[in-house]
């Protein structure tokens, strides 16, 4: 729900959305967004338009908003979570140094109200806010903040999200509200970490377990909201923080359903029970379009932040020649994937880099649908059709392989149906394996046991893709999986890594976008639409890149038609 | 009689360890663990977190020791701490889950009954009757509709049309500012659909099991010399007949026991219900060993225990089998 902050975004960024938690994975999560996430924007056009419904109303407080979530969280710690509802749950209760402004392009204050980075890149010293308390009263300081980072980096905690505070060399308090962290090599990607970290209260958890104690389950945070009360399994509620340092919110109450069937959520929002969800493409075009619809309903829609690819195993034979991967690109119609699985709700993608962003190279050339091409291509590579039953060969070999895909994301089987459909037009034998999601990591990804796979990945907002296009990242659990080995890409990543200055690692960035276009280790597909829906009776909402969620807070509903009477 | 009764409850020993023991190597030869469900695809999981994960959910261990480890804790009645990362006790997770599904359960089981016994005499005693076809064609027009898709459309009409029911959950978001009486009238009306539905999509087998039993026990002689008496229909059905029809009913009963305390996963996803087949189910998806060994061992011993009460029930029921 929140715009870019919290582990959610960052973290989990790069992470395809079913690892976050196989809830969110048999529900097809390539239906990307839900409404459960923030997802950034591009196409500000949504369908109804709010300008025209923003113009009379008055800013009120009060009011409750319900979403529904597929499945509940189980931790309010957002360093030992690992499910997106627990991190979302999280993210009204705890904030971070700094986050992602609206347009996505720029980190701004939080928690911390200023911060330098020392010429050399190695030290980051923060300047926190001084009016800034926890809900029990207690003063939030420089020491909560040191003391979420030695507990994120203590092998004791169970947690997944170490990795970036561990470059830390060290960590120096300057007073109350100043520290500064050293780095051993320059890290470009460490500023936006300092958005992930969310403090944590030293004066409650000092001396406890932290993956046991009670303040998973009861715990006292500084965000936007308060926590209020927990029934597993059916419904999550939180109050606005009256004294939150950024403004109180204006809608009272904040309740998540959990409802883990689809059909039934949208059910609940038609009748009333929910107030916002996330729409599947088919929802969105044939299903809610209705006069009341639009009465009741404001539709919004803006590019999501995950793509999905089809990547080749590198280390097979057959897609070693870059020849054939370009052949296949181009006998590929990305357009009528977008237009069939996604109802052409989503775009055609070149590169691995959120359309609409700055780190998108806008001058790469997309390959475009030429079968005639992918033909000429693959005779070149020395496949042809010598036995005359329609599928090409290569000594003695007919060119046939396996697509996989995970089970329970209809949209990647669909879009690997159409691809099969294609290939088979120039002459390639394809069949298409759905496998259920553990065997699928465990017995085939993790084993490079697959020819190509049909996958997604979300994207985040620093350029950084070390992990996975790095040379050195292609073993046992690492996401090389299909092998890339580039010289050049790897210099790239390492000096992406180590450069501060923006205008340089777009550069180098730019180039990397150039060579992965020009290699195709993956063809890149598509990136669907974010299609959230939210009643109308909710007004402030302002679309960016960011998406709808950036200004939570500043939601409302006028006092007339306000629909629960909880008031502050 | 009694060393009949310890005879079969020392047979459950050895048929438990058996039961746990594959559920246990079973689970284990699922693909993947806990930890990959928490490290997969996630490029900030170092090799070194996710072995920090298999350490403290103790997975670094041999499977026998495993399971001897979670034996040794059944034994002194500890069903252990879920991996789930709010870490509550399996036991705090069940006791949250059983209540709800076994509530729903014994009200969807008595419908059954309260509909499905009578509709079985009705039908048997005036076989071929237009009643008797139209409550066949009914309960199977029920029993052969996908009960998810019955539940969908009585949502769509009922709930989202007609605005009459609640569609999903089992209480109102303002439950707590009811009075007592609109409490329990809130929690009535969400009841209606899960129930109703469920009743309806059941109601088949056990009213055809009951029609069937009655058709037979009015074949035999004594039925016959009941009414050679001069008896009135109504006492040859119901004070001869009945008696002995419900015989092979009561076994079914016995072995629905166990199926109590089993939720529908089906009808707990569409209703969002929190009962014991979605803990179950949401339970193997994590790989949350814990919970699915503490539900399997329950069921099991449900499932024991049910069968030895219809036996009972059947000494009890058949003066027959008292003798032996």
């Known amino acids: 729900m929140r715009s870019g902050s919290g582990l959610a975004a960052v973290a989990l960024a790069l992470a395809t959305c079913a690892a976050a938690s196989s809830l969110v994975l048999l529900n097809g999560c390539g239906d990307a967004g839900r409404g459960r996430q923030a997802e950034p924007a591009q196409r500000a056009a949504s369908e109804s338009s709010p300008k025209a419904h923003e113009a009379e109303a008055t800013p009120a407080y009060g009011d409750a908003i319900v979403f529904g979530t597929i499945g509940d969280g189980s931790t309010l710690i957002p360093m030992l979570a690992s499910d997106s509802s627990s991190h979302e749950y999280a993210g009204y209760l705890f904030d971070g140094l700094l986050e992602y402004d609206k347009t996505l392009s720029h980190l701004e204050p939080r928690l911390a109200q200023s911060w330098e980075v020392s010429p050399d890149g190695l030290k980051i010293t923060f300047h926190l806010r001084r009016d800034v308390h926890w809900t029990d009263g207690q003063p939030f300081t420089a020491r909560d903040v040191q003391f979420a980072f030695d507990t994120i980096r203590d092998p004791k905690t169970m947690t997944a999200y170490a990795e970036d505070y561990k470059q830390v060399q060290s960590f120096e308090l300057l007073g109350d509200h100043d520290f500064s962290v050293t780095y051993e090599k320059p890290f470009a990607p460490a500023l936006a970490s300092w958005n992930s970290l969310m403090v944590l209260p030293r004066h409650l958890l000092e001396g406890k377990d932290i993956n046991e104690t009670d303040f998973s389950q009861h715990p006292v945070g500084l965000g936007s909201h308060v926590f209020e009360s927990w029934e597993r399994n059916t419904r999550f509620t939180l109050r606005a923080n009256p004294d939150y340092y950024r403004g109180r919110a204006h809608v009272e109450q904040v309740v998540y359903r959990v409802i883990p069937d689809e059909s039934t959520q949208f059910l609940e929002l038609k009748s009333g029970g929910l107030d916002m969800m996330g729409l599947t493409p088919l929802q969105f075009r044939r299903q809610t379009s209705s006069a009341a619809f639009d009465r009741d309903f404001r539709k919004y829609r803006y590019v999501s932040n995950s793509y999905t690819y089809m990547g080749y195993n590198l280390d097979n034979p057959l897609f070693q020649d870059v020849r054939v991967r370009r052949a296949f690109t181009y006998a590929i119609n990305k357009q009528e994937i977008v237009d069939v699985v996604l109802f052409g709700l989503g775009q055609a993608t070149e590169g691995p880099y959120r359309p609409g962003t700055a780190w998108l190279n806008k001058n790469l050339k997309p390959y475009g649908f030429d079968p005639a091409k992918a033909r000429a291509l693959l005779a070149e590579a020395g496949w042809r059709d010598s036995d005359g039953d329609g599928i090409l060969d290569k000594d003695g070999k007919p060119f046939s392989f396996k697509i996989l895909t995970n089970q329970g994301n209809d949209q990647r089987l669909k879009t690997a149906t159409v691809i099969q459909k294609r290939l088979r037009d120039i002459g390639i034998d394809v069949a298409v394996r759905v496998v259920e999601w553990s065997a699928f990591i465990n017995d085939f990804i993790d084993k490079r046991r697959f020819d190509v796979i049909v996958l997604g990945w979300s994207l985040s907002l620093d350029p950084d893709q070390y992990d996975i296009w790095h040379s050195s990242k292609t073993g046992y659990k690492q996401f090389n999986f299909v092998g890339f080995k580039n010289a050049e890409v790897d210099e790239l990543l390492e000096k992406g890594r180590r450069t501060f200055d923006e205008a340089e690692r777009r550069r180098i960035y730019d180039r990397l976008q150039e060579i992965l276009v020009d290699e195709q280790p993956y063809t890149f597909l598509y990136v669907p639409d974010s299609l959230p829906i939210v009643a109308s009776r909710f007004h402030g909402i302002e679309e960016a890149p960011a998406g709808i969620s950036w200004n939570f807070p500043q939601w409302y509903v006028p006092k007339a038609s306000q629909k629960y009477s909880i008031t502050p | ?324």
Do not use: C
């Open chain 2, 1 to 324: 009689m009694l060393s009949y009764l310890a005879k079969r409850l020392a047979g459950f020993v050895p048929l438990l360890l058996g039961i746990s023991f594959v559920s246990f190597l079973v689970m284990a030869m699922a693909p993947g663990t806990p930890v990959d469900l928490m490290t997969d695809l996630n490029p900030k999981a170092s090799p070194e977190a996710r072995e920090r994960l298999e350490k403290y959910y103790g997975l670094d261990q041999p499977l026998y020791v495993q399971y001897g480890l979670w034996l040794g804790r059944i034994v002194r009645g500890d069903l252990g701490t879920s991996f789930s990362r709010d870490r509550r006790p399996v036991l705090d997770k069940i006791a949250e889950a059983l209540p709800i599904t076994l509530f729903l359960n014994v009200l969807d089981l008595t419908l059954i009954l309260g509909l499905a016994i009578p509709i079985g005499i009705y039908s048997a005693s005036h076989q071929y009757s237009f009643a008797d076809r139209a409550t066949t064609v009914f309960v199977f027009v029920g029993f052969a509709m996908p009960s998810f898709w019955v539940a969908l459309l009585a949502m769509m009409l009922l709930g989202e049309q007609l605005g009459w029911l609640p569609i999903s959950g089992l209480r109102s978001l303002d439950y707590d500012s009811m009075s007592l009486l609109g409490q329990a009238w809130d929690r009535v009306r969400h009841l209606i659909l899960p129930v109703g539905i469920a009743a309806l999509t059941g109601l088949a087998g056990l009213s055809r099991y009951m029609r069937s039993s009655m058709l037979e026990v009015l074949r035999q002689d004594y039925i016959q010399t009941a009414r050679a008496k001069g008896l009135s229909e109504r006492a040859v059905v119901y004070r001869h007949a009945l008696r002995n029809a419900l015989l092979p009913v009561v076994t079914i009963l016995g072995l629905s026991i166990p199926g109590l305390i089993g939720g529908s996963v089906i009808a707990e996803t569409i209703f969002a219900i929190p009962g014991m087949g979605r803990l179950f189910y949401t339970s193997v998806l994590m790989r949350d060993y814990p919970v699915v060994m503490g539900i399997t061992l329950i069921g099991a011993v449900l499932t024991l225990f049910g069968n030895l009460l219809a036996d009972l029930m059947y000494v009890a029921v058949d003066p027959r089998l008292r003798k032996r």
